[in-house]
């Protein structure tokens, strides 16, 4: 039985879509094209993603702006 720590650690396509603030259809295009690295999980046609694996893909797309050179 899932409890409700693990049910909101693992999140379906249309969940990680909404997290990641892009449409359902980018996120499929962006898994199936291997366009970026996001980890996910697959059981049969079920497709999870950890939402931990999600901030760290999004922290990992910073762009820091470095001081103008004077």
Do not use: H
Request: proline share 4%; hydrophobic share 35%.
């Amino acid at each position: 039985m899932a409890t409700a720590e693990t049910t909101t650690e693992y999140l379906n396509t249309t969940q990680a879509a909404e997290f990641l603030g892009v449409t359902i259809g980018t996120l499929e295009v962006w898994r199936c094209s291997k366009r970026y690295p996001i980890p996910y999980l697959k059981c049969g046609r079920l497709v999870r993603y950890r939402r931990s694996d999600l901030i760290a893909w999004l922290e990992s797309r910073e762009v820091s702006c470095a001081p103008a050179a004077g």
